[in-house]
């Protein structure tokens, strides 16, 4: 079992409607996930398009089933993306008060959201949700990312939501999320300026989430230098949403055993250079972008086959190789 073999939490990501749902399917994810991991993101439920329904107006339900559902099964959930341009609900993107209120309302929405979800805590008196991804994919490249945030706010709306995300609450932890950063060089060296700036300047942060959508054939030496160079900031470091795509050319049109074998290598390698590259200390976790196959966001009608488990729950030799890595082999 992953959460077994590994000293950091293991993670993988969770629906509202699916952990409420007795069908086969799910019930038997609930299963794998119970037993396999110890740390739930939300897909796609915590999200400010799905949260934020109005001016001034929260819809909590699904993350707080998702919440009660982690503190019943003693899981965490690390909350995913407070801030991120793909996920802007559509009357907030025809806003058409000024910039002020503009920002007024994001500012509003970051503080309610951290604060409403800093409610739940564990038997001990521990929060359910310990942490948030703050910002999600600031930068395009090495470029910052042009969006509804940097025009109506500016290109600092990063800055402030890490403050009132702090301002909300003292204690939980404050990630920075992207992809790509190991892989692009330029970008990676972005997001280290951009994290040494905000310790300079006593802007709280406390992780960085590398996402981790790999390749089958992913360039050998730039994993665990990019493990090594976000791991060198200091901070948290959370591989946050690892899956391995094997198809990318779109030239086969099944799981062949040489890009089975090719995946398993690359799942094998993520794990091993967290576990050995990460200070302790500094080891969040890593979290999987699914279970099933055919639930990934890169599945594309079966023309890729990412992650660690087939359609029937099977596990592939994917988690094989992820077991090897966690043992540090
Ligand atoms: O639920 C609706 C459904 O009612 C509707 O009929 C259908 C028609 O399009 O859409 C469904 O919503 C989709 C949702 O996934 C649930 O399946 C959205 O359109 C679709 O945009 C959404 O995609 C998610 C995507 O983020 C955008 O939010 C993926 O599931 C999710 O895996 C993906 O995750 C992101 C991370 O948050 C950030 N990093 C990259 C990662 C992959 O893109």
């Known amino acids: 079992d992953l959460k ?26 609930k299963q ?9 993101t939300a897909e796609n439920d915590m999200k400010m398009a799905n949260m934020f329904t109005g001016p001034d107006t929260y819809d909590f339900s699904d993350g707080d089933a998702i919440v009660a559902y982690a503190k019943e099964n003693g899981h965490r959930v690390h909350g995913h993306a407070l801030i991120w341009h793909q996920s802007i609900p559509n009357w907030l993107n025809n806003f058409t008060g000024t910039d002020e209120e503009f920002e007024a309302q994001v500012e509003g929405y970051v503080k309610a959201t951290v604060a409403h979800f800093a409610e739940a805590e564990d038997d001990d008196g521990n929060p359910i949700v310990a942490s948030w991804d703050v910002v999600n994919e600031y930068f395009d490249g090495s470029s910052v990312r042009s969006s509804l945030f940097t025009q109506r706010i500016g290109n600092d709306f990063h800055e402030k939501a890490f403050q009132w995300a702090r301002e909300a609450d003292p204690d939980v932890k404050l990630f920075y999320n992207d992809y790509n950063i190991a892989g692009q060089v330029d970008k990676r060296n972005a997001i280290i300026s951009m994290v040494n700036n905000f310790i300079t300047n006593s802007i709280p ?7 981790m959508h790999l390749n089958h054939d992913w360039p050998s030496s730039d994993l665990p230098t990019s493990i090594q160079a976000i791991s060198d900031t200091g901070l948290l470091v959370h591989i946050s949403e690892l899956d391995v795509k094997v198809n990318y050319g779109d030239d086969i049109t099944e799981l062949t055993e040489e890009r089975a074998a090719a995946q398993e290598f690359q799942y094998q390698r993520a794990g091993y250079y967290y576990s050995t590259i990460v200070p302790p200390a500094q080891q969040f976790g890593l979290t999987l972008w699914g279970f099933r196959d055919q ?11 990412p992650l660690l488990y087939d359609n029937d729950f099977n596990t592939k030799i994917s988690h094989r190789g992820l077991v090897a890595g966690l043992n540090e082999e």
């Open 4 to 29: 077994n073999v590994a000293s950091f939490p293991i993670g993988n990501i969770v629906s509202a409607s699916k952990l409420a749902s007795t069908s086969t399917a799910n019930t038997t994810f």
């Open 32 to 40: 794998i996930l119970n037993t396999e991991y110890n740390s739930i």
């Open 205 to 211: 942060i406390d992780g960085i989430g590398m996402q």
């Open 295 to 305: 639930d990934s966001w890169l599945y594309d009608g079966g023309s890729d086959w």
